[in-house]
């Protein structure tokens, strides 16, 4: 059984001689593999709590050996309905942080998000050298989300870890058409990409209720969520 932590990780002093003693610190939801961790995964999501499909989520990958970690990315203020920019990557470098003190490389850390969390990861990743990324769902493909987001188009070609993109043909909120853009657009990327578009899926794929009645939902789940474990196991070695 994969062990749950809850913990807090401080968050880098912004200057040199800062007193290490009174950093802010970000609160942590974590699991733990039964054996020594093969790896980290940092868990960015958009809720103020986490919700029990999101935990079990966590826990599945615990299970498969990695060492996962879900910073409460909504710590600072009550009224934040985004975080990006500066709170975004503090709360990032802190969990990470978190995980090499663990023992995980940062080479072997990966990250993965969900809706405007997925949009985050991406963002993410075209800053900080990890080892992997993965989005599910995530909006702002042609227009930033916020002014301290860049639209996902133009993010595309920073990359800097192998990114994986999950999206449903039939979500609103990505139509097809800026999908199609950002597969142009991440192919000039200098690491591996790839983005998936699942016909007869309105949101995200890995979840039942945005799966379409007309459409095989059964299949594009189960694609789904082996393509997440399959983008970390062949990228975070």
């Given at each position: ?152 188009v133009d ?21 097809v058409e ?11 990327a200098s ?47």
């Amino acid at each position: 059984m994969s062990g749950l932590i809850e913990d807090t990780a401080p968050i880098r002093p912004r200057d040199e001689g800062a007193d290490t003693a009174t950093l802010d610190r970000v609160p942590l939801t974590a699991f733990e593999p039964d054996s020594r961790a093969r790896g980290g995964i940092v868990v960015l999501h958009e809720a103020r709590e986490l919700p029990q499909a999101l935990l079990e989520f966590m826990r599945s990958l615990a299970a498969d050996g990695w060492l996962v970690a879900a910073p409460h990315l909504f710590h600072r203020a009550a009224g934040d309905d985004e975080v990006f920019g500066t709170p975004l990557f503090e709360d990032f470098d802190a969990t990470v942080d978190w995980l090499q003190s663990r023992g995980v490389p940062t080479d072997c850390i990966g990250v993965i998000g969900f809706d405007d969390a997925g949009t985050a990861a991406a963002l993410v990743a075209t800053d900080r050298a990890i080892g992997a990324a993965v989005s599910v769902a995530a909006p702002g493909i042609v227009e930033a989300l916020t002014t301290d987001a860049l639209a996902l188009v133009d993010a595309a070609a920073s990359l800097k870890a192998p990114w994986l993109g999950l999206y449903g043909r039939d979500d609103v909120r990505t139509p097809v058409e800026h999908v199609e853009q950002l597969q142009e657009a991440v192919s000039k990327a200098s690491v591996a990409t790839l983005v998936v578009s699942y016909a007869g899926v309105e949101h995200r794929a890995d979840e039942e209720s945005a799966v379409s009645e007309e459409s095989d939902g059964e299949e594009a789940i189960v694609d789904a969520q082996r393509r997440i474990f399959d983008w970390f196991d062949s990228h975070l070695r």
